[in-house]
């Protein structure tokens, strides 16, 4: 215990003559601040930018939520957004399917040259808001 105490007074004597140096002291205590002030002023925009994220994120839900139970989406505005899932990522091209919606049941008519990009297609289809039901009369070659 008494050999820890004296290690803990010399090591906390060294720090003080490190920092009240009287010829770099000054410009080590300046150094020491502004690397502080750094740091705090970062973990701030952290905080912030993490705020910011989870508060977009917490509006999203909250738009989703409303947009599900708001109003009843019509065909015209379904077929939108089926068509915008349609043209994403995928093989399969947009000129070689046919998209037909009528209240809320999505019928897919075409050509498929590939079995997973279809089921992909598919499952995209089936998440959009307002979708009933997919029916799928794609032709697979």
């Known amino acids: 215990m008494r050999l820890f105490r004296s290690l803990a007074l010399a090591g906390a004597g060294a720090v003080a003559a490190y920092l009240l140096d009287p010829i770099s002291g000054r410009g080590r205590r300046a150094r020491l601040s502004d690397q502080a002030a750094s740091r705090v002023r970062r973990a701030g925009d952290e905080v912030a930018s993490r705020a910011r994220y989870e ?54 008519r075409g050509v498929s040259r590939d079995v997973q990009a279809e089921k992909d297609l598919l499952r995209r289809i089936e998440s959009v808001t307002g979708v009933r039901e997919v029916r799928n009369e794609l032709a697979t070659v």
């Open 55 to 108: 508060a977009g994120r917490a509006k999203g839900i909250v738009h989703e939520m409303g947009s599900a139970t708001d109003h009843p989406v019509d065909d015209v505005e379904l077929l939108q957004k089926v068509r915008s899932e349609a043209v994403g990522p995928s093989s399969l091209k947009p000129s070689d399917i046919e998209i037909h919606v009528d209240a809320g049941v999505v019928t897919i």
